[in-house]
């Protein structure tokens, strides 16, 4: 059996930045090595071309009676940038303690290992064990998985199992495990805002146009409410309210939302709806500017109307938004502030779908709730519970995980989502790290799952 | 004699950039053409060192008895990005037509030249030529002239003449040309607003904590009124209206709103208080964003909260702001209307005067004007109409020359501010350029100055 830490070291040391196309060597050199490594189990693998970032299909197939459980993960990474912020460096894979340090190796590398593992094991101790397993590692997480209509329509019935396992999601501390219940939506974009046809001298047309950095921060400044809220009409008509279980849930975080922001540090809150720092992050749909820029960026001072600026925005959705809907009336918005005077140009990257799950014995489970998932939940509640000393809680999650919605509407697949990182891993920022102590703990939760539903 | 258009092309192919420290080489070489230069004239050269960029002093004295005129000039240059712009590189001097392109060329180095070159011309034609002469060619106009208090207070009494000559001003098209008598005052400063300590997930974070760069768009869009007016308390208290004959000057400028704005590519005028085009950008404050930046800058999208932004602003002022007023006004409005839940740091970079003179002859001349400033604008009205066949227009410009209003309160000296580019220079944008047949027409009208005041 291989070492699945060499094998993580491995696969960090290759750059694997989706939305960047000048990573294509790393993006390659990862899907290399997990090909080798699910060959050398096995498995049926076939690479699937697609319009940018080839998906890998990892098979172990079986009869028809054999229940079928789809694993998801992801090989592609964030970018690494801010370079000069890291410790170490970002594709150098580097061991602190027990903490392994290099971009992706949380999100999804590491945790997507677990599984990785737990099958290799599991079928390395018995090779007729009888589930019937189908690993789907794209490549596009990190830029919306764009590609995925096209597999689904290519290969959607292959892809049809009982329901996903994955580890892309977050605990509140290394000891307290959460099963995500819920994801957010996704609506992502850019706005161009342009005037002058070139950067021009501020003193001798400062005061006759209409500066395009100023009106893109108008724009930009005008989404939202004083108080958090987003300010576009019709925003939150579909959100949904929580159910009162999910509140209590949350409520067992064992973070305060002084905690919480102060890990990053912020010295204050700042929540739409009187929310907690836990609950907004979980019921309360965003508008984030992720990126601003324009003009003279150098040191000093530049005296020029510049010809152009951009933003870059992400909107993160809860339970019940539509993000072509969403994404409607944003732009609409965003057309009708900006003002006569200068050019907009809206791009849209991707949009992702929201989603959420209903664990057993909850109130509102859906009384035709398919029994593998049933049992693959309650073996993972127990599994957690004497891997880590505590049963694990059941929370809705911040992130977005753009694949599991689309795979629920396409195939009614539902999700078990098991988190096997924390916030001090620093995904999407520099330092980004994975403590090495949770990946047997997820090996071993993995196994418990997968026997649970193979000898029901 | 030297040939000044082979010396402006010398002077262009030195990049002299005075806001970025890493261009030093290229502001040593630009000194060393010019002093060699001035020192072949026979004049006193004296390099001063400042804190920052070196002022060349370049004198011709004489008996009391001769008037002193000072000329001033600028070696340094506007950045000359963005570079993939340019249709030739920055630095190395271009001919097409009759128009030499290059950063600087027009800013100041080829206007400047006219004025070298026409002292050159009247000493060689007669070397007892009655009239003291200061060149003060400084290195950091383009930085707002940050060393010259400690200049003026180590030279002042050599450097007070009976009115300061220069070209640095720009004309309303190649055929008309503009004596300045007005410039606008400066304040100049970045403001930077930072949240959480690193680059952050906006999926973990973002409904929780205030995106910084959401705040610095919410504070630089509060800072104008929607009908462009600027939204500072007290901003236009000490505006002062402009009298009648200078509208009636600048409505004889031979350029529509239009057309004024339709140059660089803009469709439709946009200023404050109803001005026209030709107005608003000398008779309006501004305060103007020339760059803003934050967060992610790459192709595509990346998730994050950003852990700071920053803009750069520059405010211009008319006729009596005071700049270090409105920039404690400025500076006060934008804490405040900081959100609290970021930090916000403001770095100011330097303030200029608002300049201005009442020619001869136009209501509210000063009666005590001096009689050397008077002839010489009166030879420059008739040496303008010879050379170019129509008398000069006398109007405010939007630009900035903070020494003009330094030297006016710190000597008393004013100034006759000549034009010698257009609009089509391309003044600290790609493509600088300046037309060649402008320089012997300027060489002649500074000759007919020089020769008026010295022969009274």
Redesign the interface.
């Given at each position: 059996m291989f070492d699945p830490i060499e094998v993580i070291k491995e696969l960090v040391s290759h750059p694997s930045v989706s939305?960047?196309?000048s990573y294509e060597a790393g993006m390659q050199g990862t899907r290399d090595v997990l090909t080798k490594l699910l060959d050398g189990m096995s498995l049926k693998v076939e690479v699937v071309p697609t319009d940018r970032h080839p998906v890998i299909l990892a098979k172990r197939t079986g009869p028809d009676s054999w229940p079928h459980v789809v694993i998801y993960g992801h090989y592609d990474v964030?970018?690494p940038?801010?370079l000069d912020?890291w410790n170490s460096p970002a594709f150098e894979p580097t061991m602190k303690g027990t903490r392994l340090y290099g971009r992706g190796v949380a999100d999804n590398k590491g945790p997507m290992m677990a599984h990785v593992t737990a099958v290799g094991r599991l079928l390395e101790d018995n090779p007729e064990f009888p589930l019937r397993i189908t690993f789907l590692i794209e490549g596009e997480e990190?830029?919306?998985s764009p590609s995925l209509p096209a597999v689904l329509e290519s290969h959607g019935e292959s892809l049809r199992g009982d329901f996903i396992l994955l580890s892309d999601t977050?605990n509140p501390s290394e000891d307290q495990v959460a099963i995500t219940t819920g994801l957010?939506g996704?609506v992502?974009f850019?706005i161009e805002v342009s005037?002058?046809?070139?950067?021009?001298?501020?003193?001798?047309?400062?005061?006759?146009?209409?500066?395009p950095?100023?009106a893109?921060?108008?724009i930009?400044?005008?989404l939202?409410h004083p108080d958090g809220r987003i300010n576009v009409p019709g925003f939150y008509d579909d959100v949904i309210t929580p159910e009162q279980w999910e509140k209590d849930e949350v409520a067992k975080l064992p973070v305060t939302?002084l905690e919480?922001?102060q890990a990053?540090?912020?010295?204050?809150?700042?929540?739409?709806n009187n929310?907690t720092?836990?609950e907004?992050?979980?019921?309360?749909?965003?508008l984030?500017?992720?990126?601003?820029?324009?003009?003279?960026?150098?040191?000093?001072?530049?005296?020029?109307?510049?010809k152009k600026?951009f933003?870059?925005i992400?909107c993160?959705l809860v339970a019940n938004q539509d993000p072509d809907d969403i994404q409607k009336k944003v732009f609409k918005t965003i057309r009708e502030r900006c003002?006569?005077?200068v050019k907009l140009t809206i791009n849209a990257?991707?949009n992702g779908l929201c989603y959420s799950v209903v664990p057993p014995g909850k109130p509102n489970t859906p009384a035709n709730q398919n029994p593998h998932l049933a049992r693959a939940f309650a073996a993972c509640d127990k599994a957690v519970e004497v891997a880590f000393g505590i049963p694990p809680l059941y929370t809705r999650?911040?992130?977005?995980i753009p694949i599991i919605g689309s795979l629920n509407k396409a195939l009614g697949m539902d999700c078990l989502m098991l988190g096997l990182g924390t916030?001090e891993n620093?995904?999407?920022?520099?330092?980004e790290s994975f403590d090495l102590s949770m990946l047997e703990k997820g090996i071993s939760v993995s196994k418990s799952i997968l026997k649970a539903v193979a000898y029901p």
């Open positions: 939305t960047d196309p964030q970018p940038d801010p912020e990190e830029i919306g977050l957010r996704m992502s850019e005037g002058p046809n070139r950067d021009v001298h501020s003193g001798m047309y400062g005061g006759s146009i209409y500066n950095l100023q893109l921060t108008e930009c400044a005008s939202h939302d919480f922001v990053v540090g912020v010295d204050k809150i700042f929540t739409a929310r720092a836990m907004g992050v979980r019921y309360e749909p965003t984030e500017i992720n990126g601003i820029g324009g003009g003279y960026q150098g040191p000093g001072d530049k005296t020029i109307i510049a600026g933003a870059k992400t993160r003002p006569e005077h990257f991707h999650e911040g992130g977005s916030g620093n995904l999407h920022s520099p330092n």
